[in-house]
């Protein structure tokens, strides 16, 4: 998995993706030059030849790489197959390449996606790098810039999943900030202090973007695992067929496409820590395997019958009510108690609204150093309106909300009216609305329709029985709206047996 190759007084790579300058946690010194990054690549382009061309290439430079024609396809190849780096065109029949990435967002997938477009213009660029693109790269485009922009991006994945920890180039990542000065949030660094010494398993919950992820790296960072690799594993982004590889690994030839051994997560994280982000997505056959490493430190690889053992801290995430998901049979009660043996609550934004201010501060200043640029100036009644405002989001929200501010910042102080144009729902004061957001006009109710299913199914981090409730349709009915639109089908689960 070396990515990469340190040499002393050698110049940064010339045109460094913006994506690269941008990415979290990740600091690149002048004295690295990147060599290639091989990892699993999915290209997409409704263009034969054009799509050919960047397989070829990019299996030239040692990337294993699949094709598909829509994005469609992409949705569906996804769930057989997980992807290092997914490179896309903008401009396709159906769902287009911007749709594909707010689809990938809204599942959290975790590949790093790249944009390829002839039609390339700042305002696309930045609303695909805003919704999660890496960076974009126009046609016609230079072999060497495809290949060098890939094995960032893939090197960039790696290093946000852990497989690369500790070796970022230019020194450690970043450690953890926990930002706000809120009762609540003074009580959670407590208990972060506390927990972090032992080497217990630690059961996270909270909403969707209230910041679990960021309190497991801080729980890791406080141990004495620090020295170890952190590695995460986003269960809502694999199908069931992967999961089991994805933890476990396999060996060569354990199933169809199986073409190389694969080391799996828990063996990259011996001696550290595990992160087994939104758990309760894991189903319920491989809850029973994952109880029995959680108890017996050991696990054999699908397709290989030699038991390896291993050390690792598990701390898992949720964002449901996991004594509801057992006593419907959807989580195994045996798995719960050895997940919950130190539970940890992360409060949601509107409960420490008194953070708001200094989180604004925080992601202003943050993205001032990304951009080269001076932090962008927020209006009184613009910060006013972020105070009253619910965030639904959680704090991934607010981040959202400053970076496409800081990004689109023309010098002009930021007001209410724009921030209000990008809030999800009606901001909040004494339990009234206040005021109702603007309704972008011109636009069709089935688009409307649409925004508001997926914002709602994001908001419910996928789950789509909330979704369903929440929007007072049926399940069968919110299902195949959402097969219209090109998500998946949703696989059957499996209820314990009495």
């Not at 911007?98 to 002839?118: D, G, N, S």
């Not at 420490?352 to 001076?374: K, N, S």
């Not at 339990?431 to 299913?453: C, D, H, N, T, Y």
Request: glycine share 8%; aromatic share 6%; net charge neutral.
């Amino acid at each position: 998995m070396n990515c990469l190759k340190l040499s002393h007084g050698i110049a940064a790579t010339k045109g460094a993706s913006a994506g690269a300058k941008a990415s979290e946690g990740l600091k690149i010194a002048s004295a690295v030059s990147l060599e290639a990054c091989p990892g699993m690549v999915l290209v997409v382009d409704d263009h034969p030849q054009s799509r050919q061309s960047m397989v070829d290439i990019l299996r030239q430079a040692g990337h294993t790489v699949d094709s598909c024609s829509s994005a469609a396809e992409a949705l569906q190849q996804i769930e057989r197959r997980a992807y290092d780096c997914i490179v896309t065109d903008l401009k396709m029949p159906g769902m287009n390449g911007l749709e594909l990435i707010l689809h990938l967002e809204a599942r959290r997938y975790p590949a790093q996606v790249v944009m390829v477009t002839a039609y390339g213009t700042v305002a696309s660029a930045v609303e695909a790098m805003r919704h999660g693109a890496f960076d974009y790269i126009e046609k016609p485009f230079d072999v060497d810039r495809l290949e060098q922009m890939v094995s960032k991006a893939i090197f960039h994945r790696r290093v946000l999943e852990g497989g690369l920890i500790g070796a970022a180039p230019g020194g450690p990542i970043d450690p953890p900030v926990m930002v706000g000065v809120s009762p609540q949030m003074q009580m959670l660094r407590a208990k972060i202090a506390q927990v972090a010494p032992t080497s217990e398993t630690v059961l996270i919950t909270g909403e969707s973007g209230a910041g679990k992820e960021l309190v497991a790296r801080a729980i890791h960072a406080a141990s004495r695992r620090k020295e170890g690799p952190f590695v995460s594993v986003n269960c809502p982004a694999l199908s069931a067929q992967l999961m089991e590889s994805e933890l476990f690994g396999h060996e060569k030839g354990a199933f169809t496409g199986a073409d190389a051994a694969r080391i799996g997560r828990f063996e990259l994280a011996n001696s550290g820590t595990l992160l087994l982000d939104e758990v309760t997505e894991i189903d319920l056959p491989l809850q029973a395997k994952l109880l029995r490493v959680l108890q017996e430190r050991c696990f054999e690889r699908v397709g290989s019958s030699k038991t390896i053992y291993v050390d690792v801290r598990v701390l898992a995430t949720t964002n449901r009510n996991l004594q509801q998901e057992t006593a419907e049979g959807r989580f195994r009660e045996d798995l719960y108690y050895r997940l919950n043996v130190v539970p940890i609550h992360t409060p949601p934004l509107r409960e420490r609204r008194e953070d708001v201010p200094v989180l604004v501060d925080h992601f202003l200043h943050r993205m001032a150093r990304r951009l080269g640029q001076p932090p962008c100036q927020i209006a009184p009644d613009a910060l006013d309106l972020m105070l009253h405002y619910h965030w639904p989001g959680n704090v991934r929200e607010l981040e959202n909300i400053i970076t496409r501010a800081s990004v689109l910042y023309t010098g002009q102080t930021v007001t209410a009216d724009e921030i209000r144009r990008w809030l999800i729902a009606p901001p909040e004061k004494d339990g009234v609305a206040f005021p109702p957001p603007s309704v972008p006009v011109g636009l069709s109710l089935q688009e409307m329709e649409r925004r508001l299913i997926e914002a709602t199914l994001q908001h419910f981090g996928g789950h789509r029985a909330k979704t369903a409730q929440a929007l007072g349709i049926g399940l069968r009915t919110l299902t195949s709206k959402l097969r219209q639109y090109g998500y998946a089908p949703r696989e059957k689960s499996y209820r314990k047996a009495s």
